[in-house]
């Protein structure tokens, strides 16, 4: 199964947000629980904030979630249809992007669908002619 250019730079993009996002809400919540716990001398409320990136963070998070799936059920499909890859490698490769997609899916990307041929030890074996 080979993509498109435009399409295989479409899903480099979304797999790199679904790597990226989780350190972006890691990094919204430390902005908004280191101020809330160091407190303010002024005698604000200190969780005036979570209010605010709460209000960020939950669609965020909503979305992320929806595009983490959308990108498991395409990574699936593909792995299930490339019949070029190795066996074991196709196998290897639906375990990792089921049970740790933050790594399978940006392995799996750029072995079969970044690079226009892939590595010589992750595609099946060619019967040798006569």
Request: aromatic share 16%; charged share 5%; glycine share 6%.
């Amino acid at each position: 199964m080979t993509l498109s250019n435009p399409l295989k730079a479409l899903v480099g993009v979304l797999t790199t947000l679904v790597v990226l996002v989780p350190f972006g809400i890691f990094l919204l919540w430390g902005l908004m629980a280191i101020p809330a716990f160091m407190g303010t001398p002024s005698g604000d409320d200190p969780f005036l904030a979570f209010d605010i990136v709460f209000a960020f963070a939950f669609p965020l998070m909503c979305v992320f979630s929806a595009l983490m799936y959308a990108l498991i059920a395409f990574y699936v499909a593909h792995a299930v249809k490339n019949q070029g890859a190795s066996d074991v490698v196709r196998i290897v490769a639906l375990l990792l992007i089921y049970f740790l997609p933050y790594l399978g899916m940006p392995a799996y990307y750029l072995l079969f669908i970044l690079l226009p041929r892939p590595p010589s030890w992750a595609v099946k074996p060619q019967p040798a002619g006569p």
